[in-house]
């Protein structure tokens, strides 16, 4: 799929104003609608055993078990929270596909898109940027046209 979203071609993100502009076929914003209600079930039954809900809300403290779990017990439900709001921010801002993004909006689909990309690369088995993951072209489809949806943002930031 490469540039190509699922079902066509994205237009990228440009910018009019302080405001950044694309425009999303009807496939696409099913398939951005559907990974958002997947994360949020991922987010709201918050199954320890998924590697991905790892990847989302990782250890602060990597080598102090104790105080990795206080601080879990302090901090996920704020982290968690916070990426439940980017999510429904990202899908608000969706409608139609015609989508205008003030500079608020693009730190929500920024981080939203990161999220998404790190749970399909945890289905994948993707753990560094030179990794292909599991033979699953749809996934790996998504997973690359999700990055290229980011970076056309990141590109139109540029601008």
């Known amino acids: 799929m490469g540039d190509r979203g699922p079902g066509g071609l994205v237009i990228p993100f440009s910018r009019e104003g302080d405001d950044l502009v694309a425009s999303f076929t009807t496939v ?5 609608s ?4 997947q994360l949020g079930e991922l987010l709201a039954f918050r199954d320890d055993s998924d590697p991905a809900l790892a990847r989302l809300v990782p250890d602060a403290y990597r080598d102090d078990p104790e105080a990795a779990s206080e601080f879990r017990r302090l901090m996920a439900d704020e982290l968690v929270g916070r990426k439940e709001a980017n999510a429904r921010a990202l899908r608000d801002s969706l409608a139609e596909g015609r989508v205008r993004l003030s500079p608020a909006q693009v730190q929500s689909w920024l981080r939203s898109l990161t999220d998404l990309r790190l749970v399909i690369a945890s289905r994948l088995g993707i753990e ?9 072209p749809f996934l790996q489809d ?6 290229y949806v980011q970076s056309s943002i990141l590109d139109a930031l540029e601008d």
């Open 128 to 136: 560094n940027d030179d990794d292909r993951g599991a033979d699953d």
């Open 142 to 147: 998504v997973y690359g046209w999700l990055g």
């Open 28 to 32: 696409e914003v099913g398939l951005l």
């Open 34 to 37: 559907e990974l958002l209600d």
